[in-house]
């Protein structure tokens, strides 16, 4: 059972997330009012998302290095997990942005960026879908994983802040820092980033396992 604990704390992170992230005291700020909660689910999720991408990528790395099917699997599944991660950061900014500009969906660099990788990293699973050959399909998937990596990050990081963004941070706003994010709401963010990537991590090892156990039936 040790070995699990951290599954454990990461359902525990994300319960402790859900009821003081809607209970607790957050600043009254303009515009944003109470939406300011969903910091904790909105944010934390991306921060999840790039951390199991950024954990895809590495494996795919491995891969091209010593054709470790394994290693493909694990990619897949990171991946995967991350686009699902990545969904529900985007409904979730669709929920905020209603309710603080007006419309769930708008003309904005960071926004549209997001779309752009989602339908990237979707080519990516379709490709890993139309290739029959094990060892072919690791290769082609992990050059291509690697490929919308970097996609990733110029479209949803780099060009953001290069133009004009509603999203703070990017595009000349300023972003989150002493004067809204304050302590009350760190103590319930970072173990949100934690809480979430732990799930995340969670039901990664779980697809992995069924997998494997198809590997052996198919043995």
């Known amino acids: 059972m040790k070995k699990h604990w951290w599954k ?17 005291e957050v600043p009254r700020l303009p515009i944003l009012n109470e939406t300011i909660r969903n910091l904790y689910f909105h944010v934390t999720m991306w921060f999840s998302m790039v951390i199991l991408m950024t954990s895809s990528l590495v494996y795919s ?11 493909d699997l694990k990619g897949k599944e990171l991946a995967i997990t991350g686009f699902f991660m990545a969904s529900l950061g985007l409904l979730t900014g669709a929920v905020w942005a209603k309710f603080t500009w007006g419309t769930w969906w708008t003309n904005d660099p960071k ?11 979707l080519a990516y699973f379709v490709l890993r879908g139309s290739v029959d050959d094990p060892q072919k399909r690791g290769r082609l998937s992990a050059v291509y994983n690697i490929f919308a990596y970097v996609m990733m990050i110029v479209f949803i990081g780099i060009l953001p802040r290069l133009t004009d963004s509603l999203h703070p ?8 820092g002493g004067y809204d994010l304050d302590g009350t709401m760190r103590i319930v963010f970072y173990p949100a980033i934690i ?14 396992r069924y997998q494997k156990l198809l590997w052996k039936k198919d043995v």
């Open 195 to 208: 809480g979430w990537t732990l799930i995340g991590l969670w039901i990664t090892s779980l697809k992995i």
């Open 61 to 71: 790395i491995k891969y091209l290095r010593n054709g470790d099917l394994l290693a």
């Open 169 to 176: 941070g990017n595009g000349g706003n300023p972003g989150f």
């Open 8 to 24: 454990a704390l990461g359902v525990l992170l994300v319960l402790y997330t859900i009821v003081f992230g809607f209970t607790g």
């Open 111 to 121: 926004l549209n960026g997001t779309a752009v990788t989602m339908l990237i990293y």
